[in-house]
């Protein structure tokens, strides 16, 4: 009940387009859904995030989908660039917890 | 504003030996967590150390212990390593209020058992 499970495993998008990645939980007592950015040799880096009362989340370029009914939640990257190629992952955790539960995460490659 | 810094950046250590990895975390900080992150892998929550104390444990053996001291930095360490032992330690920041979740992860420390 504690998993996170992250499609696809690895993404190839062309530079312009729209990346999509897809989570999907089965706890219901989490309570908050980080996504993090991660370079090869370099720790997570947070990236965006959204608590279950809101459907959807946008910063900049990166948008939150959520859908509770479906206890999935997705990130879409819009006008993919270059810079964005990386390992994405999504994470979940009950509030109070701070305890992470990650995806096993999503390789991106954006084609220039 | 200094962020998450973890020390060593690498490790080579023998099969049975022990190591101990140091994590200071971002200003204003109180909270440490570390999760263990084998290739190819999403991090694995391993503790979380707050006023100095174990908060919550993920699913690792004792070998795997820690600290935290006064100035809220934290050590991990693993006694009677194994090769499966071998990963990236991570260490994340945070704040202790039910309402601050965010974490922020240091760059890691790549261990490696021979």
């Known amino acids: 009940q504690q998993q996170v499970k992250q499609s696809p495993q690895s993404l190839i998008v062309q530079k312009g387009g729209i990346s999509i990645i897809n989570c999907a939980y089965e706890?219901?007592?989490?309570?908050?859904f980080p996504w993090y950015q991660q370079f090869p040799g370099k720790g997570p880096a947070l990236l965006i995030a959204i608590r279950p009362d809101v459907s959807e989340k946008k910063e900049g370029r990166f948008t939150i989908s959520f859908n509770k009914s479906a206890k999935q939640f997705s990130l879409h990257i819009m006008d993919s660039q270059p810079g964005d190629s990386a390992t994405y992952f999504c994470a979940a955790s009950i509030q109070g917890a701070q305890k992470l539960v990650f995806g096993q995460g999503t390789r991106l490659t954006i084609n220039p | 504003d200094a962020g998450v810094t973890q020390s060593p950046t690498h490790l080579i250590k023998t099969r049975g030996q022990q190591v101990t990895l140091r994590c200071s975390p971002k200003s204003g900080h109180d909270t440490v967590s570390w999760y263990q992150q084998a290739l190819g892998q999403g991090p694995q929550f391993i503790f979380q150390?707050?006023?100095?104390?174990?908060?919550q444990r993920g699913n690792f053996p004792d070998r795997f212990s820690g600290h935290q001291f006064p100035n809220y930095s934290s050590e991990l360490n693993v006694n009677a390593l194994l090769l499966g032992d071998s990963a990236l330690y991570l260490c994340?920041?945070?704040?202790?209020?039910?309402?601050?979740?965010?974490?922020?992860f240091g760059p890691g420390t790549r261990l490696t058992v021979t």
């Open positions: 150390y707050y006023e100095e104390e174990e908060r």
């Open positions: 706890n219901t007592a989490f309570d908050y």
């Open positions: 994340a920041s945070s704040l202790y209020r039910v309402s601050d979740y965010e974490q922020y």
